[in-house]
């Protein structure tokens, strides 16, 4: 079965801890980002990996620290730094579909944070 | 910053009848696209326009590309209960994707 796996699905932490929430996908895809979403709100990009041992900052980063050691595997750390964790994150991965620069994107569930 | 801004936030239709969504972004683009989130759910890719194409089907979904007003629509015929859902587009600039706020779409039995 082909697909992005995040796990925990629910996850609760304190404040001022440190939590590492998984992604894993094994449809061999080059491209790997994380988002954040906000209840009512749209995603917004918090790191993306092209290939492996690279990634890049999106737009909300700070706070966040990311490693991409193995082509399916893109975890997220959240760390102490980071203001309002208490989020729903999204992990996806996309290869170049159809013509030469499309790219869909591939979801997993997500996992619920809530740090209090 | 989110390139893609969708209008209406919220709409609620009766079941078989056409359901009509709009995208706004702001800059250049290699492609558009629209997803669908169930509730508490990851999204799930519906169709891709290249910037290069005006208008596209894939079953009951049809997709405008205005790249001239830097929006793009997406109608569901006869819509079912099933698709009630948060739709997003997203705006592809060299394989950076950038998500609207989304529409909320009710479909009533």
């Known amino acids: 079965d082909g697909g992005i796996t995040q796990s925990p699905k629910y996850l609760f932490r304190k404040e001022g801890q440190n939590v590492t929430l998984s992604c894993e996908q094994n449809l061999n895809h080059d491209a790997m980002y994380w988002y954040r979403q906000d209840p009512g709100q749209g995603l917004r990009l918090i790191y993306y990996s092209q290939i492996v041992n690279d990634f890049q900052k999106g737009d909300i980063a700070e706070g966040y620290s990311v490693s991409r050691e193995k082509k399916e595997s893109f975890p997220l750390t959240v760390t102490s730094a980071q203001k309002n964790p208490t989020a729903f994150y999204l992990c996806?991965?996309?290869?170049?579909?159809?013509?030469?620069?499309?790219?869909?994107?591939?979801f997993g569930p997500g996992t619920r944070l809530t740090v209090t | 910053s989110q390139q893609g801004e969708e209008d209406p936030q919220a709409l609620s239709i009766q079941e078989g009848e056409n359901a009509t969504m709009n995208c706004s972004y702001k800059t250049s683009i290699n492609n558009l696209q629209w997803y669908r989130q169930n509730s508490g759910r990851g999204l799930v890719h519906l169709i891709l326009?290249?910037?290069?194409?005006r208008e596209k089907h894939s079953g009951r979904l049809r997709v405008t590309l205005d790249t001239s007003k830097k929006s793009s629509s997406l109608l569901i015929t006869a819509s079912r209960a099933a698709d009630t859902a948060s739709y997003f587009c997203a705006t592809d600039a060299r394989n950076q994707f950038y998500f609207g706020t989304g529409t909320s779409l009710t479909v009533i039995p």
């Open positions: 996806a991965s996309s290869i170049q579909s159809g013509v030469a620069g499309d790219y869909e994107q591939y």
């Open positions: 326009i290249r910037s290069n194409e």
